[in-house]
């Protein structure tokens, strides 16, 4: 894999070693919300063509894949533009019995419905930070049997996702065998879930299964719902967009009807010819949502010829389509071992010659599809190991920005850290982030690249950073006649990085760093305590402003604490807890009971990670506070609530 040296600005005495991993994002700002014309998927009046991989099964030991970590990876290296997320619905055997629900399967409890939406949830939010598609795939095979439970859901799907571009769905995985089930009890249950979703107001991407695994979209496309209108009842809004899938698994199915893996019973054309048929004849689009090297089984030598006739095929009619699958069970599985491109099996690097990729020596050469005529082009990029309070800077060379092209900090789409904030400055040819102190662990920034009037979202990730000390403590009780003694724990202060006691206070003679307080005196009597004496005509209940530096040797942080004088002898209180926060006013205002002063702030994010409005900033009194926000548009939002170290996150919609 390629590497490079950053320009980093140092804030400590620890140096960084950086290892990075690059990738494109871009596709949902290019095309926005599918739609379709014909046999072409569109958007923004462009023909696409999405190209990424399937996960397996949600389930068992595959289950550990199904996160952010592994949505950035394949962007970074494969330059994916769309994941599919196959959720485990329940097992069936081969005579269509439920036999087995699976530990994991969402019909197995009403726990495992709340954790795979959850899942599907974490997995959006991954999509969306990297400006790809994701597909939530009811994956079963006898979904005619589950009717009323996949309303259900695909009711909740659409309206939670609604207006969410990345989001396509698809309503049943892989319809059975033509001999098993009459096509007549699969298409109602189509037709009543495509109701389903298009009567919540969602106009998102909908595929639609065929007969046969899959395997003839033309029959599915033979109802034309991709051309009726009326969906929604008591309307005449349109059932589309619709494409119908077909799988193939390239050691069963040709493009030519030989050259079959040895040892399958069949070697079958059907697949081949039933997509074209949709496409010439139906004129109507196909999505291949699952498709494999392998035998059908997903079982047996990777078959690179007859691939590579499928993957022309597909490019040929820009058709999408998705890998079986993100996993390391079986030989149709992208990776033989740990997720690395060292790592890909014969089928993940056929996946990634597919997306551009080297398949000799996968290392070499990273994934890379250029963007639409017009559209502006860079890297985004994974970095490792940046300190608290560092600074790095990427230039328009660092991320390959294509020629013509500018970082945009304009008024709408103003770039803004995901997570824990840090400073971050950008001009049209550069960006600064400077990593905050008491950081979280990963920090995501969005940011956004423009040529002439087209815009398109990028993501720089920040893994695993080095933490420094930590003290979570803003206010504490001290006496107001007497000396107190406040240690580190008295102060919340704590090392992630290795023992309590290699944290010490700083006081150097001449540095400007010892412990000052705004009223009375402050000492240092130890490595890790401090005297404080209040001072002469103090009142019950004054309230003092303690400030110190500690460090752990390499790192440093600097806090103030509120000291309140109190009569007695005072226990050592905590900081109060943030208090209350959520929506009210059937959804148009924002409500926070803040349980003690304090400098606090309250912004709203988009989903994107754009600020959208900043309600309360500065420092607050105690009390019930109310914000309206139904001026903010139609969208999903995160409401960021912050006061001393404690921060409350809120996420709602705007219909």
Known sequence: MSSRLFSIKQKSLLLIMLASLLCQAGPVSYYGALTTSGNKIRGNGMDVQLKGPSFFWSDGSQLSLYNANTVDWFVDTMDVSVIRHAMMVQYYNSQGNAENPGADAYLASEDNKTAQKNLIETMVQAAIRNDIYIIIDWHSHRAQ?????AMDFFAEMATKYKGVPNVIFEIYNEPPGRGSVPWSSIRNYMWA??????????????LVGSPQWSSDPHTAASES????NGCAPGTSSPCGPIAYTMHFYAGTHTTTGSGCNSGVMWCSQEQYNNANTTLNTRNAAVF???WGTTSASGSGDANAARTREWTTWMNTNKVSSCQWSVSGHETSSIFDGTMSLANLSASGRLLHEYMGGSYSNPASQLGKTDPPAGWPWARSETVRGLAEGQSITWTKGDLDLSSGAEFHSGEVLTPSVVGEFGELVVTPDEITFTAPYQSATTIYINFNIREGSNISKHRITLR????GPRATVDRLNVSLTGTTVLNVSDLGISNPNGSITAISFLCESGSGNCPTVTAGDIAKTGDRRLTYTPPAGAVNGQEVILTFTITDGARTLTRDVVLVLVSGTPVLQPQQPLGGFGLSGAGNSIFVNLAHSGLASLEIYSISGAKAKTLMTGSQNPGSYQFSI??????VYIARLKQGSEVKTLKFVRN
């Open 225 to 228: 719902w991709h051309n009726l």
């Open 464 to 467: 695993d950073l080095v933490l």
């Open 288 to 290: 291949v949502s699952e």
């Open 145 to 149: 049997n589950e009717q009323q439970q």
């Open 193 to 206: 879930v495509i109701n389903t979703i298009r009567a919540t107001g969602n106009g998102n991407l909908i």
């Open 630 to 635: 139904a001026a903010l548009p139609k969208g």
